[in-house]
């Protein structure tokens, strides 16, 4: 009987191991992102620069029997960049899915695509809809890419003397990407480059990525919704040649001095 107790509580034991593996995943809240750049006072010599609204964040869908391209707005962006250490760089960027636009000339014509135009499909998929309570697409508004490092830099500093000759600075950007409540790490190819100072700036900065930022759609939970956030299998099944699977997301930013 002793032994029997034994066994009974090593099955009781592996039995609830085996539940905790098999739990599903939980969303990220965006209420935990890591701290922006700006949460502290910034080191002597380190530049506190934000991104302007000339900064552009577009993307696309390919899939089997269409291309989807969009663009998203910028909602806030902040840079910490210390010239003479490029890896110490520290960086969020936020932009409004609620904005999200969708070109209607790249969906394909006839059948094939899922009724309504694609930005609206887009809300829809992110839990953005009409329908959806107002709390919910409170939460889901914001995609949110927060810099990890720079990795790979074929210089470790950008001089900024404005006599000198400007040689573009490439890097890896490594960091996380939050949408729809799921965070996940991505990376991708970056080129830094220091732009013309004009007299309101005199510290101007262009980054653009030259590899996407790739986005599976599936791990953030968007798929085929209705405008009150329900699943909508018929529609999933009619937009599986058009949509895609994955995002890739090119960024074309413009960081300024902060006033």
Request: positive net charge; charged residues 20%; aromatic residues 4%.
């Amino acid at each position: 009987m002793r032994h029997a107790g034994w066994l009974l509580t090593l099955l009781v034991a592996g039995a609830a191991g085996c539940a905790r593996k098999q739990e599903a995943p939980r969303r990220t809240e965006p209420w935990l992102a890591s701290a922006s750049a700006s949460s502290s006072p910034a080191p002597r010599g380190i530049l506190e620069l934000h991104f302007s609204p000339e900064s552009q964040i577009r993307f696309s869908l390919p899939a089997r029997k269409a291309k989807l391209v969009g663009q998203v707005p910028l909602a806030e962006g902040k840079l910490r960049l210390d010239p003479k250490n490029l890896q110490a760089s520290q960086a969020s960027i936020s932009a409004d899915l609620t904005r999200i636009a969708i070109s209607d000339d790249s969906l394909p014509t006839g059948g094939d695509a899922p009724p309504g135009s694609p930005s609206a499909l887009a809300l829809n998929w992110l839990e953005l809809g009409p329908d959806v309570p107002a709390q919910q697409r409170t939460q889901f508004s914001l995609a949110r890419f927060e810099l990890v490092s720079l990795e790979n830099l074929s210089k470790a500093s950008l001089d900024l003397d404005a006599s000198a000759r400007k040689t573009p600075v490439r890097a890896t950007a490594v960091g996380t990407l939050l949408v729809h409540g799921y965070r996940a790490p991505v990376r991708a190819e970056v080129v830094l480059e220091l732009l013309p100072p004009s007299a309101a700036q005199p510290a101007r900065l262009s980054i653009r990525s030259t590899t996407p930022l790739v986005l599976p759609l599936a791990p953030h939970d968007i798929v085929a919704r209705g405008a009150s956030g329900m699943l909508d299998p018929l529609q999933t099944a009619r937009a599986a040649d058009v949509v895609g699977k994955n995002a890739r997301i090119e960024l074309q930013l413009v960081a300024e001095a902060s006033k």
